[in-house]
């Protein structure tokens, strides 16, 4: 990975994304933060541009693994990393039946962050059948 590399981080909490976008660019890479999935989707070439995407399971407006299944449905998969507060049982297992490659409960330290990034980076997403 290198500085052609993007990662976009969606999550509610602007605050989140204020402190996690820096960090992915000290390890090298290319990031950018929205507050909404639909801002990210209404973004202009912003799908395609992302090699992955960080994304909160809930931001209030809608579910992230909504937004995953709008962005399987449009034929684009992105390596996704979920990220979440919430501890209930059964929260792994929806999202990676939305499409994601791991899932990262807060808090959580920026090692496993960026190591959560470089893992799902290096594996083949799933693709939408």
Same mark, same amino acid.
């Given at each position: 990975?290198?500085?052609?590399?993007?990662?976009?981080?969606?999550?509610?909490?602007?605050?989140?994304?204020?402190?996690?976008?820096?960090?992915?660019?000290?390890?090298?890479?290319?990031?950018?933060?929205?507050?909404?999935?639909?801002?990210? &989707? =209404?973004?202009?070439?912003? @799908?395609?541009? +992302?090699?992955?995407?960080?994304? $909160?399971?809930? *931001? /209030?407006?809608? #579910?992230?693994?909504?937004?995953?299944?709008? &962005? =399987?449905?449009?034929?684009? @998969?992105?390596? +996704?990393?979920?990220?979440?507060? $919430?501890?209930? *049982? /059964?929260?792994? #297992?929806?999202?990676?039946?939305?499409?994601?490659?791991?899932?990262?409960?807060?808090?959580?330290?920026?090692?496993?962050?960026?190591?959560?990034?470089?893992?799902?980076?290096?594996?083949?997403?799933?693709?939408?059948?």
């Amino acid at each position: 990975m290198d500085a052609s590399t993007l990662v976009t981080v969606v999550d509610s909490d602007a605050a989140v994304c204020k402190a996690l976008t820096p960090l992915v660019r000290s390890a090298g890479m290319n990031a950018r933060g929205f507050t909404s999935p639909a801002g990210f &989707l =209404n973004q202009p070439g912003s @799908s395609k541009a +992302t090699d992955c995407l960080v994304l $909160d399971i809930v *931001t /209030g407006q809608s #579910s992230e693994p909504e937004l995953q299944s709008q &962005l =399987n449905a449009r034929c684009r @998969s992105i390596p +996704t990393v979920f990220i979440t507060a $919430d501890h209930s *049982t /059964g929260i792994e #297992s929806k999202t990676l039946a939305a499409g994601g490659v791991t899932l990262l409960q807060k808090p959580f330290d920026a090692q496993t962050f960026l190591d959560a990034i470089k893992r799902v980076m290096g594996r083949t997403p799933k693709l939408a059948q």
